[in-house]
């Protein structure tokens, strides 16, 4: 369920997931502000799959590792630019 395969789509797989909280994290967020809205999105239909609260922070973990969110002073998750 990280990546999508044969029989998973995108935005079903973490990684899609993963997609739709960098779009999200536009100016530093706890990670209750951030499911808010993420979780607001999927019930929109702006987003084409639904994940839980435990699939977000898989999805987070998986960004902090590869180095494309952290967090601030404040305990906010925010995006890090990713340097060239």
Do not use: Y
């Not at 079903?12 to 993420?38: C, M, N, Q, R, Y």
């Not at 999805?59 to 906010?76: C, H, K, Q, T, W």
Request: proline share 4%.
């Amino acid at each position: 369920m990280v990546l999508p395969d044969k029989h998973i789509r995108f935005a079903e797989s973490l990684l899609g997931l993963g997609a739709l909280v960098l779009e999200t994290l536009d100016a530093p967020k706890s990670i209750d502000t951030l499911w808010k809205e993420v979780h607001s999105k999927m019930q929109g239909g702006a987003f084409p799959a639904t994940h839980t609260f435990d699939n977000l922070v898989l999805s987070v973990d998986i960004l902090f590792a590869v180095g494309a969110v952290a967090l601030n002073r404040d305990g906010r998750l925010e995006r890090c630019a990713l340097s060239n």
